[in-house]
């Protein structure tokens, strides 16, 4: 049986498990893509990247949820990278390149005071319609139909990972005295 060592990062937190946790498999030229698969299932968590080789980037990192690949994650890359650095397997260098199945992505690393900063630059946003049922993505994310504000459209948005944005009826009054007219909820296509 083959040894395999699954690195658990929480990104956007220093506090370990209080940020978004990811699995991160460094080196991980030597799996395909039915034991990525296998390997996430058994891990658990939402997204467990691997780290790869590429001829097209710097480096390639896969995504996969216990159930399916998907494109991109961001809090998973923040991890692989942060990971990759941590453990001496990134050149010295500030700015490289991520191959991701959402396109070629820049990062920029920074280090100060002994801790490592990552930017990341998602794909271009892209825009498609919501053409499903209303009553059950209202029931898919706990409203019912009347609480999504009919006056503003229901899309999906992508900058690699398909996600909808739709808009209820809610009404709050601000300190300043403004008031917001809607609260966007955001879910995974398909999820």
Do not use: W
Not at 26 to 36: F, G, H, P, R, T
């Amino acid at each position: 049986m083959k040894t395999i060592i699954v690195h658990h990062y929480d990104a956007f937190s220093t506090i370990p498990n209080k940020g978004n946790p990811a699995g991160v498999v460094l080196e991980a030229d030597s799996y395909n893509e039915l034991e990525m698969q296998e390997i996430a299932k058994q891990v658990g968590f939402n997204e467990t990247a691997f780290a790869m080789k590429s001829d097209r980037a710097d480096l390639c990192i896969r995504y996969f949820t216990p159930g399916h690949e998907v494109n991109l994650c961001g809090h998973a890359t923040m991890a692989t990278i942060y990971a990759l650095k941590t453990n001496g397997l990134l050149e010295n260098k500030s700015m490289f390149t991520i191959e991701t199945k959402a396109g070629i992505l820049p990062i920029h690393l920074q280090e100060r005071a002994g801790d490592v900063f990552i930017t990341m630059q998602h794909a271009a946003p892209q825009f498609e319609s919501f053409n499903g049922s209303r009553v059950e993505l209202a029931k898919a994310i706990g409203l019912a139909e009347h609480e999504l504000n009919l006056d503003l459209p229901i899309i999906y948005g992508s900058t690699g990972l398909d996600i909808a944005n739709s808009c209820t009826k809610f009404s709050s009054h601000q300190k300043d005295g403004t008031s917001n007219s809607y609260v966007s909820k955001y879910f995974k296509r398909n999820a």
